[in-house]
T-cell receptor, first 118, second 112 residues
């Protein structure tokens, strides 16, 4: 089956630093990837839609200058949390849809990346 | 707009009990419907799906039937196990290139 991998799976950083999280589709191409944020015991909140070769589309209320998204290839999207603060601590999850006629709308999810900002 | 409503949780069951988790949706047209499961400390995994009315998705003993007339996609399992303890999310996608809309999720705890 389709596999999506995130790296790192967890990261601890100091307040004010920037952190980059990678999301890779390992065995398929994905023009579109999605970044979610999940708070403890809550549902997933869609942050942005990452589009290969173009700018990401951010959901209302999400700061695009704070959460930089780059989708440079059909298998890689990155989320950079800039000038991180403790309130940015969360579980970040990426997902991807497979290109082509096999796409039924199903999303394949990465393992998630837990960010802790001290 | 599109929305997914799940029953309030959490749910605690004894091993081998019958499970039903309700999910209803609002959408135009004929969306695809999904159940995702999230085990502690992990990302989401697709549990099962149905892409058209009256389809039944099934996996690992779980089943859900796409009911257009009641706009529902309830998840059932005849006999739960401790290893089924997880958070379950119902979701819909209006089309192949549309965003996925999730329900709030429900935590299931199965005790021995």
């Amino acid at each position: 089956g389709a596999v999506v991998s995130q790296h790192p799976s967890w990261v601890i950083c100091k307040s004010g630093t920037s952190v980059k999280i990678e999301c890779r589709s390992l065995d398929f191409q994905a023009t579109t990837m999605f970044w979610y944020r999940q708070f403890p015991k809550q549902s997933l909140m869609l942050m942005a839609t990452s589009n290969e070769g173009s700018k990401a589309t951010y959901e209302q209320g999400v700061e695009k200058d704070k959460f930089l998204i780059n989708h440079a290839s059909l298998t890689l999207s990155t989320l950079t949390v800039t000038s991180a603060h403790p309130e940015d601590s969360s579980f970040y999850i990426c997902s991807a849809k497979e290109n082509g006629p096999a796409n039924t709308g199903e999303l394949f999810f990465g393992e998630g990346s837990r960010l802790t900002v001290l | 707009g599109n929305s997914v409503t799940q029953m309030e949780g959490p749910v605690t069951l004894s091993e081998e009990a019958f499970l039903t988790i309700n999910c209803t949706y609002t959408a135009t047209g004929y969306p695809s419907l999904f159940w995702y499961v999230q085990y502690p400390g992990e990302g989401l995994q697709l549990l099962l799906k149905a892409t058209k009315a009256d389809d039944k998705g099934s996996n690992k003993g779980f089943e859900a039937t796409y009911r257009k007339e009641t706009t529902s996609f309830h998840l059932e399992k005849g006999s739960v196990q401790v290893s089924d303890s997880a958070v379950y999310f119902c979701a819909l996608s209006p089309g192949a290139n549309s965003k996925l809309t999730f329900g709030k999720g429900i935590t299931l705890s199965v005790r021995p």
